[in-house]
């Protein structure tokens, strides 16, 4: 039995669960690049022909629907659009719009903060778009991994993946920290008496926190267990979290004073767009409802209407809550740390911090809820092709939730937020998440406008000279914004250039691909867009952000070289082997039929 494991690749006994805690190294790294320290340095010494193949090779819609039996048992489909839509408003709207409004209205927009929102939401929202046209195609856990996959090849997928992955891992932990604050809000004390001052270790690193760490391990317990259990959790405190957040509007409009809105864009676009791109963390979540495709009843109507109706009520409330956040007091006075608790105090209603408390509390839960499910999905379909150790892609076959990849990633979101200031994790936040949202909007254009077999040479170069340059318009454009305090002389020039290749790959490119049950509306044209926007909010994040994004992604590419490419490529020529042999084991037995009919 041992050799079948070897041989291949793990997938029959490797995922099987076994009594016992009895982990061995196929669990790990089952493939045949790995029996030996021989086979390995061959496999090394392949590397750059292995590379090539699997950065040129595109997965199929087909085999990553089949990559859901090397899981070895089936998630549970239960969910509808009922429970998408208050998931997706349970995996967006918590810290975000608590913590950061008031420091960018204090900092950056001023009241004007609200169209920060604007500029966010839009972004998000035609992300949406395409993820929804992919969740609704392609319903399996992997999200935005899977999507890649088929239309720009493994390699891109993996370093998006990685990407999204540190983003899960880092948002929570970011979360799990605010949620110490404001409970020491409710409990009418500072976060630092909640927390642990260790003097030995680094400044931004001392401040040690045992209550995020207990949230942390309460989520996974509940996640593991079952994902339409975690679906009723969320429902409850979302609506719990939306009573709270109607209290919040109607009380604010009561008490404003339209003069706080003067004067009403103190720091000029450049600080909308600023705020824009520090807001988007306010929107980071949707895409872990697209990962619960493959639990989604009824894929094709429930995935629409759950992921385009939370976006569009989240960014609603958000733009009500900013505003009535402005119109309660003047923005030089906002309190950076806890804005809308302190807004009531100065209007003479200091009883409403503590319920503002609470339903901060409700929302961070959820959010914390959702992207744990959504972040071990995700683990979970990389597992599937063995670019992570298979162990990550066991489902239990009792609660149908992948409980190795839910613990492991919440075991490394609680570690972080035990030790790491919510400032330094929410600087790393927005730009893997932008980089991948622009991905995947890419690969939207690829999958409408190139079908391997039915576009034309011709065709697939027009398509990449028009992809270049709306990238490379869209990147210049970011620059320029960046570099340039007032200059205007480049965006004549590098706009209409986006624009154009927009429309050429409108005019002379036919679409390849149509969409059988759900499409995004008016392609190339929001796809192009979602493009532009999400790179130009990528040119108003600080450096620190980029080298921090560098390094992790320079990680990911030393761990695929030497670990990752070997596992999948092993993977993948063992499963195109096996279908092979079952064409052949087909043709055999249609031959007999038609040889025993003619008899």
Request: hydrophobic content about 50%; aromatic content about 12%.
């Amino acid at each position: 039995m041992g050799g079948v494991v070897e041989a291949n690749g793990g997938e029959s006994t490797g995922l099987t669960r076994r009594r016992g805690c009895s982990c061995t190294k196929n669990d790990f790294l089952p493939e045949e690049s790995f029996k030996s320290w021989g086979n390995y340095v061959s496999a090394l010494r392949q590397t750059p022909a292995r590379l090539a193949d699997r950065v040129l090779t595109r997965s199929t819609v087909e085999a990553e629907m089949e990559m859901k039996t090397r899981s070895g048992n089936e998630m549970k489909r239960t969910l509808s659009w009922w429970d998408l839509i208050w998931l997706g408003l349970g995996a967006v709207i918590g810290a975000g719009i608590f913590v950061l409004t008031g420091l960018e209205a204090h900092d950056d927009a001023g009241p004007a903060v609200v169209l920060s929102y604007v500029v966010s939401g839009l972004s998000a929202l035609l992300s949406v778009f395409c993820y929804t046209e992919f969740a609704v195609e392609i319903p399996v856990a992997g999200g935005s991994f899977a999507y890649l996959r088929v239309e720009l090849g493994d390699f891109v997928a993996f370093i998006a993946a990685g990407n999204i992955l540190l983003e899960y891992i880092i948002g929570g932990a970011a979360v799990a920290r605010s949620w110490t604050s404001y409970f020491a809000t409710l409990c009418n004390h500072k976060p630092e008496q909640f927390r642990i001052h260790a003097t030995s270790l680094a400044e931004g690193y001392n401040q040690l926190d045992p209550i995020a760490v207990a949230v942390c391990i309460v989520i996974c317990l509940i996640a593991v267990l079952s994902t339409k259990g975690s679906s009723r959790f969320n429902y409850v405190a979302s609506v719990v979290h939306i009573a709270v957040i109607l209290f919040i509007i109607i009380a604010g409009f009561i008490k404003a004073d339209t003069k706080n809105l003067t004067p009403f864009a103190p720091f000029g676009p450049r600080g909308i767009f600023r705020a824009s791109a520090v807001l988007f963390f306010a929107y980071v979540g949707f895409d872990a409802v697209s990962t619960m495709a493959e639990e989604t009843k009824n894929p094709g109507r429930d995935i629409p209407i759950g992921l385009v109706g939370s976006m569009v009520l989240t960014t609603a409330i958000y733009c009500l809550m900013a505003i009535a956040l402005t119109m309660m007091q003047p923005y030089t006075t906002i309190d950076v740390d806890a804005p809308f608790s302190t807004a009531f105090k100065q209007v003479g209603w200091g009883w409403a911090q503590y319920l503002v408390a609470f339903g901060a509390l409700k929302g961070m839960t959820s959010v914390l809820l959702v992207n744990s499910v959504g972040q071990a999905r995700y683990l979970t379909h990389i597992a599937r092709t063995h670019m992570m150790p298979p162990w990550f892609a066991k489902v239990d076959p009792k609660t149908g939730t992948p409980i190795n990849a839910t613990v492991v990633m919440l075991a490394a979101t609680a570690v972080i937020a035990f030790f790491t200031k919510l400032d330094i994790l929410s600087n790393l936040l927005s730009i893997s998440t932008l980089f991948i949202f622009m991905l995947v909007s890419v690969a939207l254009l690829v999958r409408r406008f190139y079908v391997s077999g039915v576009t034309t040479n011709d065709h697939r170069n027009k398509l990449i000279v028009c992809l270049v340059l709306i990238i490379g318009s869209s990147i210049t454009t970011a620059a320029y914004w960046g570099i340039s305090e007032t200059g205007w002389i480049a965006y004549c020039i590098t706009v209409p250039v986006w624009f154009l290749a927009t429309a050429g790959l409108w005019f002379f490119v036919p679409q390849a691909h149509k969409p059988t049950l759900w499409g995004v509306p008016l392609v190339p044209w929001l796809p192009s867009a979602s493009i532009a926007i999400n790179i130009f909010l990528l040119g108003s994040i600080d450096k620190d952000s980029f080298i921090r994004f560098l390094a992790w992604t320079g990680f990911l590419l030393a761990y695929y070289v030497f670990f990752g490419l070997h596992a999948s490529y092993d993977t993948a020529k063992f499963f195109d082997a096996k279908a092979i042999q079952e064409k052949a084991y087909t043709k055999v037995e249609e031959g007999q039929v038609a040889s025993s009919a003619t008899h």
